[in-house]
């Protein structure tokens, strides 16, 4: 079994910072694509950032020059750092990795249990 626990969620500013990182545990062989995800109320879940294990990254055009995704694959972690945040970018934000885990044929796909980020105007 694997799980992905994220955290670094919290009240910042328009215009501030926040850090967010997310944490894969459990028999895992491989991560390969890890990404970021976040969902508001009433609205569909949307991308943010994935990013390959070679550290290829996609951005969603919202956040595009405000946010940077990055991985530790020894860790098994992925990180977001959000700058300049507005308050469009209040949401619940997930971690999402594509995982091979111990003794299993092929990947499974992972999401952490969301952590809250609330940007205050």
């Known amino acids: 079994q694997v799980q992905l626990v994220e955290s670094g969620g919290g009240l910042v500013q328009a215009g501030g910072s926040l850090s967010l990182s997310c944490a894969a545990s459990?028999?895992?062989?491989?991560?390969?694509?890890m990404g970021w995800y976040r969902q508001v109320p009433g609205k569909q879940r949307e991308l943010v950032a994935t990013i390959t294990r070679g550290s290829t990254t996609n951005y969603a055009d919202s956040v595009k020059g405000r946010f940077t995704i990055s991985r530790d694959n020894a860790k098994n972690m992925v990180y977001l750092q959000m700058n300049s945040v507005k308050a469009e970018d209040t949401a619940v934000y997930y971690c999402n990795a594509d995982i091979a885990t111990v003794g299993a044929y092929g990947y499974l796909e992972v999401w952490g249990q969301g952590t809250l980020v609330t940007v205050s105007s």
């Open positions: 459990g028999s895992i062989f491989r991560v390969n694509v």
